[in-house]
């Protein structure tokens, strides 16, 4: 019950593509859903989060999407660059605790 | 404003040695959490430190300890070194939740520790 699904795996995309990188949760005491970014060799960096009181949360070429009865949030990122290359993460957890769990990754390759 | 800062970067150690990994928080944070992880997977909960005291802990053995210091820095120690422990191990620093004050943790660069 602690786990996230993430899905896909691997990903790739021609430069103005719109991926989209899927997870799913089940324990419904989780109400705060980050979004983090990795590059290679570097701590991961948070991209963007939503709460489950709102269904779409934009920032800048970021989307979440979540649906609250579903257990599941996706991230869309618009207008796609070479440099948007790197390892997503989704994660959930349940506010006041800091405890962090995440999904396993997919990792993103933009081609020019 | 300086972000999340860890030492060392890198690490070589053998089985059954001991290891300590440093870290300093975001300014104005007082709270401490400890991922681990493994290539090409997502980061696993070690535990968290808040007013010099372990709140939380994950699924880790006890080879696994830490400590918080009065200026919330923290150290992550393993002992009894393991193959299976060559990791990235990750801080992430955040305010102790406040009403209000929000649920992000920023994560500092990494230790990359290897066991040969």
């Known amino acids: 019950q602690q786990q996230v699904k993430q899905s896909p795996q691997s990903l790739i995309v021609q430069k103005g593509g719109i991926p989209i990188i899927n997870c799913a949760y089940e324990?419904?005491?989780?109400?705060?859903f980050p979004w983090y970014q990795q590059f290679p060799g570097k701590g991961p960096a948070l991209l963007i989060a939503?709460?489950?009181?709102?269904s779409e949360k934009k920032e800048g070429r970021f989307t979440i999407s979540f649906n609250k009865s579903a257990k599941q949030f996706s991230l869309h990122i618009m207008d796609s660059q070479p440099g948007d290359s790197a390892t997503y993460f989704c994660?959930?957890?349940?506010?006041?605790?800091?405890?962090?769990?995440f999904g396993t990754g997919t990792r993103l390759k933009v081609l020019a | 404003d300086a972000g999340v800062t860890q030492s060392p970067t890198h690490l070589i150690k053998t089985r059954g040695q001991q290891v300590t990994l440093r870290c300093s928080p975001k300014s104005g944070h007082d709270t401490v959490s400890w991922y681990q992880q493994a290539l090409g997977q997502g980061p696993q909960f070690i535990f968290q430190y808040y007013e010099e005291e372990e709140r939380q802990r994950g699924n880790f053995p006890d080879r696994f300890s830490g400590h918080q210091f009065p200026n919330y820095s923290s150290e992550l120690n393993v002992n009894a070194l393991l193959l299976g422990d060559s990791a990235l191990y990750l801080c992430a620093s955040s305010l102790r939740y406040r009403q209000g004050v929000g649920d992000e943790q920023f994560f500092g660069p990494g230790t990359r520790l290897t066991v040969l």
């Open positions: 939503i709460r489950p009181d709102v």
């Open positions: 994660a959930a957890v349940q506010s006041g605790t800091y405890k962090y769990i």
């Open positions: 324990n419904t005491a989780f109400d705060y």
